[in-house]
């Protein structure tokens, strides 16, 4: 016996009056929006009348499995440097979750293995008409690395522009 009952599946003249039989001292019914936007009106009346109150659920969907404790450790870890693989193993949690929760972006991959200087070398053969291939031979470095760092520059440049 409970003054307040959760409801989820939809009531019924039938559903109520079991509800009322098993909880005599019912004053409350907790139900979600959905399922109170579905009652009927006659049912919801009735139950004003019987002065039991309907609350409607704001909070949707499955709880949250993990707290704001964990996504802060996680962040405090990932600060101090831990990799996310490492955060994992030491929380004994699915690498997935690490980064599901993390707050930031995580620092990209490895550093190129070409450098600036080179990558604007690549840049001012190809303005001066040189072809990809013959870069390529040139400097040997793979065509679809010349092709990859091009593309990174163009964006770059793009974002340069856009940004003034």
Avoid: F, W
């Avoid at 039989?21 to 019912?26: G, Q, S, V, Y």
């Amino acid at each position: 016996m409970a003054s307040t009952v959760h409801v989820n599946k939809p009531l019924s003249s039938k559903y109520i009056l079991e509800l009322l039989d098993e909880n005599p001292d019912l004053e409350v019914i907790e139900c979600p929006q959905s399922l109170y936007e579905r009652t009927s009106d006659t049912y919801l009346d009735a139950l004003r009348e019987l002065d039991i109150e309907i609350k409607v659920l704001e909070s949707r969907g499955r709880p949250k499995k993990y707290d704001s404790s964990l996504v802060k450790k996680i962040n405090e870890m990932i600060n101090s440097g831990l990799y996310p693989k490492a955060i994992a193993k030491r929380l004994h949690i699915d690498l997935k979750t690490v980064y599901y929760l993390k707050d930031k972006k995580l620092k990209q991959g490895p550093k190129s293995k070409y450098s600036d200087d080179t990558k604007q070398e690549i840049v001012k053969l190809k303005n001066k008409g040189i072809s990809v291939k013959k870069i390529s031979s040139m400097m040997n470095i793979p065509i679809r690395t010349i092709y990859h760092i091009l593309q990174k520059e163009r964006e770059l440049i793009n974002k340069q522009t856009k940004g003034v």
